[in-house]
């Protein structure tokens, strides 16, 4: 049986993952400190991970799905803010993510460039395809992930023009790289909460505490297409 990851950092996205997990026969802990549930999809077992908001949450969560559960895929989702190409509950497919806020450029890096280390990393092609066939309707952009929530204008066009991303979010560039170091393939998908200009702060509010159960479907028919 294949185990699959799935690292989800706020409480309000992952309430729909706990419900099915309640509802058809897993179980659900603490491990580590953070929350988790475990339930199959056809022959697959998910371990769903409840990591907290940001990066090192992430990697820490990202690396418990990995070295103690056995993770053999890791899939992250969650709500992201728009900065290019991207409207209100459009689903964002990345296609690489990238640490736009680790910065060495003081000794000649580029912006978000780890020494050794790729820029961006690339999602699994097999975990990719799959999301895509089960939402033929999702957005393939470059994901922007950092350790602030981006609500200005001029933060966002800055994303843009450096690494011309379509969206962003603090989580999933670290999942990457705990997922590149570890050698498990690993795809993310986000559903568009805001426009990441002055007003995304409330309008994510708002979507967040719907705790809608898209993303999780999407999940479920891309793990029945692997």
Known sequence: M???????ADENEFAPVKAF???????????????WACFSIGDRQVYALLCGIGKVNAAHGTAVLCYVNRAQAVV?????????????????????????????????????HKPGQTLAYAPDVRLYDAVLAACPQAK???????????????????????????????ETAAVAAVCA?????????RSISDDADDCAA????????RKEDTLLQIFIKMIQNL
Do not use: W
Request: glycine share 14%.
């Open 2 to 8: 294949e185990n699959i990851g799935l690292v989800i």
């Open 140 to 170: 393939p952009c470059v994901f922007a992930c950092g350790d602030m929530f981006v609500g200005d204008s001029a933060k966002k066009a800055q994303l843009i023009e450096q690494f011309h991303a379509g969206c962003c979010d603090m």
């Open 181 to 189: 170091k570890a050698g498990v393939p690993f795809v993310s998908f």
């Open 21 to 35: 997990a309640e509802q058809n026969g897993g179980t659900t802990g603490i491990t580590s400190g953070d929350l």
């Open 76 to 112: 992250n989702f969650g709500l992201s803010g728009a900065l290019q190409g991207l409207r209100k509950n459009d689903i964002a497919l990345g296609t690489g993510f990238v640490e736009y806020d680790f910065d060495l450029t003081a000794l000649g890096y580029p912006a978000g």
């Open 202 to 209: 409330q309008t994510y509010t708002n979507t967040n505490a």
